[in-house]
């Protein structure tokens, strides 16, 4: 197995180096239209100058807000990169994570979900891509971790993706996760850093809720 990594360096510097021309090219245009308005003023009613350090604080500004957020992009940047690279020595491990759906391709999926009370009739309602739904009975559950397994098979489901909710008879909002095996990591084109799970599909890394470890074989 192998992990997808993005080098973003290149394309933080070029971010930076464009963010720091503007800042040039800002303080250019600045300098010209100054020397114009000099120029051109009325000897007789000459302005403030006053006026003219205002215009500079003003420009100052603006280009230390601009500064600040080429900063704070380079910072994102590395802070994934980083990210992938701790993430991407976990492939192999066991971990749990929330999610609203699950890719299903004949294998069994490990379902984990948390009720804050009792529940006298409870509901997993599986549907998928063309809106049919599976409505699976679940019981009577007590308060706490509760597990089941979404067997395809069992359940006569078709390879593809399908979402996943649990519902209470109570009403409870309840959080779906999944305890799969963590097969790759990648970078997306917006700067997520995505985890492609086994039998469950892409989710982001701020979906892990626990990790479990490698198993012994």
């Known amino acids: 197995m ?3 990594v993005t080098n973003t360096t290149s394309s933080s510097s070029s971010t930076s180096g464009n963010s720091i021309a503007g ?8 300098t010209t239209l100054l020397v114009a308005q000099i120029k051109n003023q009325d000897p007789l009613s ?15 500004q603006v280009e230390s807000m601009q500064q600040l957020t080429s900063q704070g ?13 701790t993430l991407g020595a976990q492939v192999g491990s066991t971990l749990q994570a929330a999610v609203s759906s699950v890719s299903l391709s004949g294998q069994p999926v490990e379902l984990r979900f948390n009720l804050d009370s009792s529940s006298t009739a409870n509901t997993l309602v599986v549907t998928g891509s063309d809106g049919r739904a599976q409505r699976v009975d679940l019981g009577s559950m007590s308060r706490g971790e509760q597990s ?6 069992k359940l006569g489901l078709a390879n593809g993706s399908y979402s996943v909710a649990v519902e ?22 917006d700067g997520n850093v995505m985890l492609q799970l086994a039998g469950v599909g892409e989710v982001t890394s701020q979906a892990i809720t626990q ?6 074989n």
């Open 148 to 153: 089941y397994t979404l067997d395809p098979a």
């Open 46 to 60: 000459p302005q403030d100058p006053s006026q003219f350090v205002s215009q500079l604080t003003q420009l100052s």
């Open 73 to 85: 992009q380079t910072n994102t940047s590395m802070l994934a990169s980083l990210q992938l690279m």
């Open 168 to 189: 209470t008879q109570n009403k409870q909002s309840v959080t779906v996760e999944t305890l799969a095996r963590l097969d790759g990591v990648r970078l997306s084109a």
């Open 211 to 216: 990790f479990k470890g490698r198993s012994g």
């Open 2 to 4: 192998s992990t997808a």
């Open 23 to 30: 800042n040039g090219e800002l303080s250019s245009l600045f």
